[in-house]
């Protein structure tokens, strides 16, 4: 494991920061130089604000939500779904999608994203 899980940084100020930080991130850890920001504000991203190849596995789609500490922002249940079924429509098909956040751990929120994640799995037959 990283080291990096043993310090706590101050979240980026703008979400523009935070996505920055997220692509430069990522194309380091995944070894990615491919790695490119989809699209800009105002266009219509289907949910991915970042497309990248994870070793074999592309495309990747990620999507980045910036969320204030304070007051508190968390991440809710509704704006996953809805990011998920945003990026159902990216063309070409994902192959794996990942929800990036500076929002704090909410076991709640986890709770119900692995209901979603095995209902999908069990409607899929996986």
Not at 24 to 46: I, K
Not at 105 to 120: G, I, M, P
Request: net charge negative.
């Amino acid at each position: 494991m990283t080291a990096l899980v043993h310090f706590e940084y101050p979240p980026p100020k703008s979400w523009e920061q935070f996505e920055e930080l997220c692509a430069d991130l990522f194309e380091a850890m995944w070894s990615d130089p491919a790695l490119v920001r989809h699209g800009r504000a105002g266009q219509t991203q289907n949910g991915v604000d970042i497309v990248a190849a994870r070793g074999g596995i592309f495309p990747v789609g990620l999507q980045c939500k910036k969320k204030s500490q304070w007051p508190i922002k968390n991440l809710k249940i509704a704006e996953v779904i809805y990011e998920i079924k945003e990026a159902d429509k990216f063309t070409p098909m994902l192959e794996e999608f990942y929800i990036l956040t500076t929002a704090t751990s909410d076991a709640e929120l986890q709770k119900k994203v692995w209901e979603l994640v095995f209902d999908l799995a069990e409607k899929l037959n996986i």
